[in-house]
């Protein structure tokens, strides 16, 4: 099983950014998604951002488009989230995923924001954004 782990994770004003770290115990370019998600207390958990391994394709909900940028780096296995101009709605836990399993949408292969569809979690990085 993949193992990761986040950080990066602290305190930011509104309008600063910041880039949370996803190191992981192996990427894969296989046909399956890497994704990041946020919860806060008492809510569900939030598909912010998501990447098809098999081409690095990136998708992202409209509740934070342009905003959160992922990105990865197969020579270190590390998955990337850049949030930047944090709001103070952007407080919460911050986790990444693996294992995802995309869907072929009109011949187009599309990874979920959907927490269920993914296999393999870290523990979560705190994002605590003062206004």
């Known amino acids: 099983q993949v193992q990761l782990a986040e950080s990066g994770g602290g305190s930011a004003q509104a309008g600063e950014s910041l880039r949370l770290t996803c190191t992981t115990s192996?990427?894969?370019?296989?046909?399956?998604?890497a994704g990041w998600f946020r919860q806060e207390p008492g809510r569900a958990r939030e598909g912010v951002a998501a990447?098809?391994?098999?081409?690095?394709?990136?998708m992202y909900p409209d509740s934070v488009k342009g905003r959160f940028p992922i990105s990865r780096d197969l020579s270190n296995n590390n998955l990337y989230l850049q949030e930047l101009s944090l709001k103070f709605e952007d407080t919460a836990m911050y986790y990444c995923?693996?294992?995802?399993?995309?869907?072929?949408?009109?011949?187009?292969?599309?990874?979920?924001?959907?927490?269920?569809?993914?296999?393999?979690w870290g523990q979560g990085t705190q994002v605590t954004v003062s206004s």
């Open positions: 192996g990427l894969t370019s296989d046909l399956s998604c």
């Open positions: 995923a693996s294992g995802g399993r995309p869907d072929l949408v009109r011949g187009v292969w599309k990874c979920h924001h959907d927490d269920a569809e993914y296999a393999n």
């Open positions: 990447l098809l391994a098999a081409d690095g394709t990136t």
